[in-house]
């Protein structure tokens, strides 16, 4: 990676070590909260007698409010201090998970979840945001490579970890879980004396766009999950005449507003757009899996759910140990070529678990392919991050990092979606193997989406400093 030393310094502060300590305890209280409910799925369906389209909500509710308020959650880091807002974020945590643990019934657990991702929006984006205004930038891959990996190995443990809690007794243990972790974050924040590089610009929240975002992803949420059920009739029309002309007041909101949800024109770059694709398909790919192979296990082959978790998590062990390899090579040889040969790799193992799909298919063979998609996404992760981080000006970091989390998990939201749509048939009946099979199709077609988005983004950094930054309305095509 090319680049000036002292590009994004903020004066004397924590050594690396302890910037990513702070990033990756903060970052794993998310994919954890997400993959641990994966395995508890079936049982909390079974506990509050839902369908399948309901009990995605428990899982679509909270993927939208990571989505909305990740951008935010960076932009007020920007302003208001990454250290700061990574406390609140945690104390917020805190409360809704003790919230979720005593949840009397489907709604609270529901309301009590999606208030935990509203905080733990925060964490992610201010923790990597520290990486690219107090770090040197020559190292960038190599800490969003080890930060990958971290979260990996958080989102690999969440299966075993949610397989362990049922097989105490009942998921509420899940959320217990959270508190050690929680306090040692904040622990930590108690030693850290940061001078940060902040964003002079003060601005409010646009409340009216949020709400529309909030309605658009909702409303694409609530037609995904209803496909089964709808089918192509006037209803399902009406439905999507009715998100069309959301996302046209959204769009025309974003237009118009001097505070965006996002910060919108960070696509002006092109690989800061081929990034953040990358990001979205591949998060896709990886959460519609997650998601999918617990039920599979469940409905088709009616084996343990002890399975769906060593699966799951020997797939995302992969992820983990490719993450911290495919950045510290990317720093060498460039972003381009690792999320290519990530997003092939990735795009071989889904093939794969289409053709190998079966009743009786044998779990080493499911393994093989989870572990194809495991290496795959992990060799490309760091990369693609650092990518996107580097297409941005560093005031922006903050801003930069929350918008690419942001399509993570818009990505997430549509594999949530498509999964409860096409296995819901208006019951709580089990799914049959044909419709797995419309799943594992998705999985190819996005992560091909990926090999093809990986190719516009730059190989080396060509970042502007900060002393020659364009002006307010343009932005740096980093890289070449």
């Known amino acids: ?186 622990a930590l924040l108690r030693q850290i004396n940061l001078e940060e590089v902040k964003d002079p610009r003060r601005s409010g929240i646009d409340w009216a766009g949020i709400g529309l975002f909030i309605a658009l992803l909702v409303g694409i949420t609530f ?68 998601l999918m192979i617990p039920f599979f296990i469940d409905d088709v082959q009616r084996k343990s759910v002890q399975l769906s978790g060593l699966l799951l998590g020997a797939m995302s062990v992969l992820v983990a140990a490719a993450s911290p390899v495919g950045g510290r090579l990317s720093d060498r040889y460039g972003r381009r070529l690792l999320m290519v040969a990530g997003a092939a790799i990735a795009f071989s193992g889904a093939i794969g678990l289409m053709m190998a799909l079966r009743a009786d298919t044998p779990a080493w063979l499911l393994a093989s392919c989870l572990a194809a998609l495991g290496v795959g996404l992990g060799l490309g992760t760091g990369p693609a991050v650092s990518a996107a981080l580097e297409a941005a000006p560093v005031r922006l970091a903050g801003a930069a990092s929350g918008t690419s989390s942001m399509m993570r998990y818009m990505g997430s939201i549509a594999g949530a979606g498509v999964l409860a749509g096409v296995l819901s048939n208006g019951s709580n009946t089990a799914a049959d193997i044909g419709t797995f099979r419309i799943v594992t199709s998705v999985i190819v077609v996005t992560a091909g989406v990926a090999c093809l988005a990986a190719f516009t983004v730059h190989r080396f950094d060509a970042t502007v400093p900060e002393a020659v930054e364009p002006r307010a309305d343009t932005l740096p095509v980093g890289g070449r």
């Open 1 to 186: 990676m090319r680049g000036s030393s002292s590009d994004g310094q903020a004066g004397r502060g924590p050594g690396v070590g302890i910037l990513l300590v702070l990033a990756a305890l903060g970052g794993i209280i998310a994919p954890l909260n997400s993959t641990m409910i994966a395995v508890a799925l079936p049982d909390i369906r079974s506990e509050f007698h839902l369908s399948h389209a309901a009990a995605g909500w428990l899982i679509s509710s909270y993927l939208i409010a990571m989505a909305i308020v990740q951008p935010l959650g960076g932009r007020i880091g920007d302003q208001a201090g990454r250290v700061r807002v990574l406390r609140w974020g945690l104390a917020g945590c805190l409360a809704c998970s003790i919230g979720a643990m005593v949840a009397l019934n489907f709604t609270m657990l529901v309301a009590f979840r999606t208030a935990q991702a509203i905080f733990a929006a925060a964490l992610i984006p201010n923790g990597v945001a520290l990486f690219r205004t107090a770090a040197p930038p020559d190292q960038l891959g190599r800490l969003n490579g080890i930060n990958g990996a971290v979260l990996s190995a958080a989102a690999a443990a969440g299966p075993l970890l949610g397989a362990a809690a049922l097989a105490m007794g009942s998921w509420r243990v899940i959320f217990v879980l959270n508190l050690p972790l929680v306090a040692a974050n904040l």
């Open 223 to 290: 037609q995904l999950s209803n496909l089964r059920d709808t089918g192509l009739g006037p209803r399902t029309w009406a439905g999507w005449g009715v998100v069309a002309f959301v996302a046209a007041a959204f769009v025309m909101r974003q237009r118009t507003t001097t505070r965006p949800a996002a910060e919108w024109r960070l696509f002006a770059s092109r690989s800061f757009t081929g990034a953040t694709i990358w990001i979205l398909c591949t998060n896709l790919t990886m959460y519609t899996t997650l």
